[in-house]
């Protein structure tokens, strides 16, 4: 089963941390570590986001330096060389024929840790009152449950709806211990917002299911939930608006070209050039601060670049997916790999995310608009979106846009040192407080209470 080896195995027993980005999705993992009386290890895996926990290892490998974590449903290792100082392991992910880079960090068993304190957590009293809600959305045929802030006083106030990110998450956006959104609904409440933020479908307390989703059915559902809080008689129906974090920006964005748009658009994060180029620019962008060659990353480049055009360029599923396993196969792929791989990108969520063109959608919006992106955004580049945020608002006639880029920001607008994801759960900030009141003083000048 595992082979130990003396000089790291103090260091190997602990919580092991890190993020996986796999196809504009963020996917934590934490590794549980135990060295046995007979120096091997055992150990489970969790993936919070994927609500999977205590998933055994089938092995742990240890020669010297090389460790290998090995499990068998789902069938995937880790592979990684650990530090001098035995504080991380640098390796990758291996599933279904796919190799992802990952680090994971360290946190020694049953010690404090600065990485699990979240001193920005609200505690309670609260000046505010909370009511878990549900609320339906007729055209799906499910109910999304989720928690609604009422500030302290006589209403009716203007509402902000919280929109998360890319894969299943909760109604705080919960990563690493993080709750971002529960800390946006206390800060925003506070300030005399009325705030609704709701689990994904799949997740919680919400119906349908999360492996079919596709920003289309994100838009009903944000479209369901500015509906119930205009029903409410504390919420000043005509100031509602949307605030969304990553994909929850292409959501709310998409919401703002219809129709039926809010009364104010915030996106944090979120990509204002078309799909393609984004996850293109987010594998370079990762890869590269990961430490990859530049030639592997060209020619990974060029692998997924013809893959994604493909799907792009071919409607019928069955023919896509036979082009993309012959591409993966070519690309070194086994056939059961590449059929695995090929099918998960011909799927709805995945061919919509590809073909997403916000610069269209951009110039229909005719609400005020802020845009908000860190300057160490490693999965959506400030350098690239914040000009294209202004420049398609502005396109269609709309001067209220207030594009912006946070200096030493991350994704999840944390204070970062290089803005991998293996930082989020180390960094004790939730949020950074600059980009809280840059959020907070633009609603002030733009929404009437």
């Not at 939930?225 to 919420?235: E, K, Q, T």
Request: hydrophobic letters at 40%.
């Amino acid at each position: 089963m595992a082979l130990a080896h003396a000089a790291p195995a103090p260091t190997l027993t602990g919580d092991w941390q890190g993020a996986l980005q796999v196809m504009g999705t963020e996917i934590p993992l934490v590794f549980h570590l135990r060295q046995q009386p007979d120096n091997q290890y055992t150990g489970t895996m969790d993936s919070p986001k994927q609500q999977a926990f205590g998933l055994p290892l089938a092995a742990v490998t240890v020669r010297v330096d090389s460790v290998v974590l090995r499990l068998s449903q789902p069938a995937a290792q880790f592979a990684g060389r650990l530090s001098a100082d035995g504080k991380q392991l640098s390796g990758a992910w291996q599933q279904a024929g796919r190799s992802v880079p990952l680090t994971l960090t360290h946190q020694a068993a049953g010690t404090a840790s600065p990485a699990v304190r979240r001193p920005q957590d609200p505690q309670p009293p609260f000046p505010y009152r909370a009511e878990d809600v549900s609320f339906a959305n007729a055209a799906a045929g499910i109910k999304l449950g989720g928690t609604v802030t009422v500030p302290a006083g006589k209403g009716p106030f203007p509402a902000v709806v919280l929109l998360t990110g890319s894969g299943a998450q909760d109604r705080d956006e919960t990563i690493f211990g993080h709750r971002p959104f529960r800390l946006l609904a206390d800060y925003l409440t506070r300030r005399g917002f009325v705030v609704l933020r709701y689990d994904d479908r799949g997740v919680g307390h919400s119906g349908g299911t999360a492996a079919t989703f596709t920003i289309t059915d994100g838009v009903t559902d944000a479209q369901a939930a500015m509906a119930y809080l205009r029903s409410r008689s504390d919420v000043k129906g005509s100031q509602i608006g949307l605030l969304g974090h990553s994909e929850g920006a292409m959501i709310g964005l998409t919401a703002a070209a219809s129709a039926t748009s809010p009364a104010f658009l915030i996106s944090l994060a979120g990509p204002a050039v078309r799909g393609l180029e984004s996850i293109l620019r987010q594998a370079e962008d990762l890869g590269r601060a990961a430490g990859i060659p530049a030639e592997q990353l060209a020619a990974n480049k060029a692998v997924n670049q013809q893959v994604y055009m493909t799907v792009l360029s071919t409607p019928d599923n069955a023919q896509a997916q036979t082009h993309v396993v012959a591409l993966l196969q070519q690309a070194g792929l086994s056939a059961a790999q590449a059929q695995q791989q090929a099918a998960l990108m011909v799927g709805p969520g995945y061919r919509q995310l590809l073909s997403f063109d916000p610069q269209p959608l951009l110039t229909k919006v005719k609400c005020p608009v802020l845009a908000l992106n860190g300057s160490k955004d490693l999965q959506v580049a400030a350098s690239v979106n914040i000009p294209a945020w202004e420049k398609g608002v502005r396109a269609g006639g709309n001067q209220d846009v207030t594009a912006q880029e946070l200096p030493g920001l991350n994704h999840l607008f944390q204070t970062a040192n290089t803005g991998l994801s293996q930082e989020y759960g180390q960094i004790e900030e939730t949020f950074a407080p600059s980009a809280l009141a840059v959020i907070g003083d633009w609603l002030a000048r733009h929404v009437k209470k």
